[in-house]
Nanobody, 115 residues
Framework: QVQLVESGGGLVQPGGSLRLSCAVS????????MGWYRQAPGKQRESVAS???????NYAGSVEGRFAISRENAKKTVYLQMNSLKPEDTAVYYC?????????WGQGTQVTVSS
C-alpha cells in the first residue's frame, strides 16, 4: 500500500519561504510522476507543480518563478521549495503520486501566509 506523508507546513510572513517534503513508502518511488496540489477554503483543489519520473517539471502560472519542485529518489521524497510567499498561497498543500490510472494522496499540510 502506497503511503504519502507531507511535512513542512506552517505560518510564514509574506515574502517568506517554506519547504514542503513528501515521503513515499510502500512502492517503487521512481515509477511515479509526483505533484503538489493545494486547496484554499471555498475553492477547488488545484495543481501547483509536478515532476515526472524522468525529472521534467511543470508549474502553475501563479507560482512560476517562486516555487521549485524536486525529487530525491534515493530518499523516496519530493520537495516543494516555496519562496516569496503571498497571502494568496494560503491553502492546504497535498502531495500526489500518479501512474497510469492510479493516484495516491497524502493527508495534506497547512500553509498560512499572514503578517
Amino acid at each position: 500500500q502506497v503511503q504519502l506523508v507531507e511535512s513542512g507546513g506552517g505560518l510564514v510572513q509574506p515574502g517568506g519561504s517554506l519547504r514542503l517534503s513528501c515521503a513515499v513508502s510502500g512502492s517503487i518511488f521512481t515509477i511515479y510522476d509526483m505533484g503538489w496540489y493545494r486547496q484554499a477554503p471555498g475553492k477547488q483543489r488545484e495543481s501547483v507543480a509536478s515532476i515526472t519520473s524522468g525529472g521534467r517539471t511543470n508549474y502553475a502560472g501563479s507560482v512560476e518563478g517562486r516555487f521549485a519542485i524536486s525529487r530525491e529518489n534515493a530518499k523516496k521524497t519530493v520537495y516543494l521549495q516555496m519562496n516569496s510567499l503571498k497571502p494568496e498561497d494560503t491553502a492546504v498543500y497535498y502531495c500526489n503520486a500518479h501512474r497510469g490510472s492510479y493516484d495516491h494522496w497524502g493527508q495534506g499540510t497547512q500553509v498560512t501566509v499572514s503578517s
